[in-house]
């Protein structure tokens, strides 16, 4: 049940050497410095980490003031924000279970350098948020978390992006404040599962138990192995630091232990209800979530397509970054079906990875 629970954890393959991406302007202006210094809030394990894309959106990270009405006072809530406002709907990226908005550093840059205003946030409970106070981490805590930080500081519809249980939390926001979101990308949707179940019987000294196991390198370590095969065992070390970082957070295990207690997504009964055109993204290596469910919840939602992920695991917004970022831009963007490429092209043709995304 723990290596379940792992499964939804943040990989990455950091960018090409040869990228033409640079390393991206910080949030107060000027080029960030991937040996340079970081938000004091993050624990100090996030200089251990060497990926430069990782260093990089870790440096961007910064906390907003978001009032909700279970906490005497604001939130100040961790997000990655835009350097430029647009006149087009922003793109929200969520992130998987129990993971943060570091899960987007590779992919990130290329959908600011698409012309996007993207926006990655954590959701309430994990990343690195301020949580002394030990808000409630329970569902509807964090559907109304963002509701409040999209009210507060987005402000206008959204494309709402979600991996893994992302697609879950997306879905279950989606259907709740269908004001806010526009449309909807859901990448790998975990979201057929029925919550964490007999976790929510669990007597609490257990349940600190196994959120303990969840935090561990072993744990961290094997889901990264369900997903890739071949890489070094230095970039598996620096893999798990990055996966794991938010876990240092103090109040991570008390936020953790909430969620698990209190029942998690179970979003099945809400996908009919989903109104918004949507984007499915499927890959066909998954070792987690099998592509078949793709085409269930294509049937299921109102206004859906699919895209198929050849040669590539759970998490293709960190394997093949430019080909989750294209994709994610052109359904921004409403291009139509004869200006999109196929995906053989982005997969296929390395010179492609060295031209931007649009």
Not at 112 to 131: N, P, R, T
Request: hydrophobic share 40%; charged share 20%; proline share 6%.
């Amino acid at each position: 049940m723990v290596v379940a629970l792992a499964l939804g954890f943040p990989l990455y393959q950091s960018r090409p050497i040869n990228s033409t991406v640079s390393d991206r302007v910080s949030g107060g202006g000027g080029c960030v410095d991937p040996g340079g210094s970081f938000p004091s809030f993050l624990p100090k394990e996030v200089y251990k980490i060497r990926d430069p894309s990782a260093r990089t959106l870790a440096q961007r990270i910064q906390r907003l003031p978001v009032k909700v009405g279970f906490s005497e006072s604001s939130i100040m809530s961790s997000c990655v924000t835009p350097k430029v406002r647009r006149d087009s709907n922003p793109v929200v990226l969520l992130h998987c279970f129990d993971s943060s908005c570091l899960e987007w550093r590779s992919a990130y840059p290329l959908l600011e350098d698409a012309g996007l205003e993207a926006w990655a946030v954590d959701i309430l409970g994990w990343g690195f948020s301020d949580l002394e106070r030990r808000p409630p981490c329970n569902v509807a805590s964090k559907r109304y978390h963002l509701y409040q930080l999209w009210k507060s500081h987005i402000k206008r519809p959204m494309i709402l992006v979600g991996p893994s249980l992302g697609a879950a939390a997306a879905i279950d926001f989606a259907v709740n404040f269908p004001e806010a979101v526009d449309k909807l990308i859901l990448i790998n949707a975990n979201v057929y599962a029925n919550g964490t179940g007999v976790l929510t019987k669990l007597p609490t000294l257990m349940a600190y138990a196994m959120a303990s196991v969840l935090k561990s390198i072993p744990i961290r370590w094997y889901a990264k192995l369900l997903v890739f095969n071949g890489i070094s065992l230095s970039k598996m070390l620096d893999y798990t630091d990055v996966g794991r970082l938010h876990c240092l957070m103090p109040w991570w295990e008390d936020a953790t232990v909430n969620f698990m207690q209190s029942g998690g997504y179970n979003v099945t009964g809400q996908i009919k209800k989903v109104k918004q055109k949507t984007l499915l993204i499927s890959s066909e290596c998954d070792n987690i979530v099998d592509s078949k469910f793709a085409e269930r919840l294509k049937n299921e939602l109102p206004n859906a397509s699919v895209r198929k992920v050849p040669e590539c695991g759970h998490m293709p917004h960190i394997e093949k970054p430019y080909l989750i970022a294209r994709l994610i831009a052109e359904f921004a963007q409403d291009a139509s079906s004869e200006e999109i490429l196929p995906i053989s092209y982005f997969v296929d043709n390395i010179s492609s990875k060295n031209k931007h995304v649009v």
